[in-house]
């Protein structure tokens, strides 16, 4: 089956600095990207879908400024979470859209667990 | 409200024994059904899809149920493993939301020797 990898994934950083998450399609071409956050013992939580060329969109409460991202291509996606704090420490998981037409196939990477301190 | 909720939350069985567990979603108009097996401190791993035509799928000793009339769904297991020890979660698509997801919340499973 399709494979999507997530790189790094596990990373330590220190409040105010940044931290950039790849998200990568092996096999596949995805027209669409999603980032997904999920605290401990809970479902995922939509962030944002990413289109490939243009701008994400994020659900509400989700600060676009905060959590960048970009999909500059059809295998590749990237989250920055920026000037990062210790409550957005969490495991952040991306998925990957492969198809035209419903049902759409849609394989998730394995996470990557952010901890700020 | 598009909801999906799952029972039960959390399930212990020994190894061998089969189970069954249940979905109710209010997604509306439904798209498809899936069945997602994430492994702790990893991303989730599709086991099932199913559109409103089918009302069974199975995965090798995976299978799904789809009640669309009643807005239903259970995922049983037979014969469980130690590795079945997972969170399984419950994802239903809705035609006019753009194909997103809605997640149910999940129920953990313990397979115990």
């Known amino acids: 089956g399709a494979v999507v990898s997530q790189h790094p994934s596990r990373v330590i950083c220190k409040s105010g600095t940044s931290v950039k998450i790849e998200c990568r399609s092996l096999?596949?071409?995805?027209?669409?990207m999603f980032w997904y956050r999920q605290f401990p013992k809970k479902s995922l939580m939509l962030m944002a879908t990413?289109?490939?060329?243009?701008?994400?969109?994020?659900e509400q409460g989700v600060e676009k400024d905060k959590f960048l991202i970009n999909h500059a291509s059809l295998t590749l996606s990237t989250l920055t979470v920026t000037s990062a704090h210790p409550e957005d420490s969490s495991f952040y998981i991306c998925s990957a859209r492969e198809g035209n037409r419903p049902p759409y196939e849609q394989y998730f990477g394995p996470g990557t667990r952010l901890t700020v301190t | 409200k598009n909801q999906v909720e799952q029972s039960p939350q959390s399930l212990i069985i020994l190894e061998g024994k089969n189970c069954t567990l249940q979905c109710n979603y209010t997604v509306s108009p439904f798209s498809n059904l899936r069945w997602y097996k994430q492994d702790t401190g990893r991303g989730p791993v599709s086991l099932t899809i199913m559109t409103f035509s089918e009302n069974t799928k199975s995965n090798g000793r995976y299978t799904a149920t789809l009640d669309a009339d009643t807005k239903q769904s259970s995922l049983h297991i037979t014969a469980s493993q130690l590795s079945d020890s997972a969170s399984y979660i419950c994802?239903?698509?809705?035609?006019?939301?753009?194909?997103?997801?809605?997640f149910g919340p999940g129920t953990r499973l313990s397979v115990l020797p």
């Open positions: 096999d596949f071409q995805a027209t669409t």
């Open positions: 990413s289109n490939e060329g243009s701008k994400a969109t994020y």
């Open positions: 994802v239903v698509s809705a035609q006019n939301y753009g194909q997103n997801f809605v």
